[in-house]
């Protein structure tokens, strides 16, 4: 009796499906080497926290306004609370995210006439901008 073999997948494995004269046996191939959990997450950069400096020259709705246009992962009620505790306290975390996100906000608000920096979060190694 001749034997052939098909491969199908199967609820996202591959099967292998073993027919001898209307024998419709499915034989699941176990699982191959799988990455681990670990390997498949992508590294981490550090985290930096972006800063907003409180200055005389800008009203406030001008800040708020700047932050939610430039700072994309902040609400209306977060950039206000910013504007309001940098006004106050003469500075205000925006927020943290990785090195590259933080530099091109810090530049977005920059070009923008508000005073912003970036520095490294937790133990304070890395330079300040």
């Known amino acids: 009796m001749p034997l052939s073999v098909v491969l199908r997948a199967v609820g996202g494995r591959t099967a292998v499906r073993a027919k001898k004269d209307g024998d419709s046996n499915v034989l699941d191939r176990p699982d191959v080497d799988k990455k681990s959990a670990k390997d498949k997450q992508r590294k981490m950069g550090p985290i930096y926290k972006l800063m907003l400096h409180n200055d005389n020259y800008n009203r406030r709705e001008y800040v708020v306004k700047t932050l939610l246009r430039i700072v994309d992962v902040i609400k209306m009620e977060d950039a ?25 906000y810090c530049q977005g608000l920059r070009n923008n006439g508000l005073i912003a920096s970036i520095e490294p979060d937790g133990n304070g190694s890395g330079g300040l901008n």
């Open 80 to 104: 206000i609370v910013i504007m309001q505790e940098a006004h106050e306290t003469g500075i205000a975390m925006v927020t943290a995210c990785a090195q590259e996100e933080a530099e091109k």
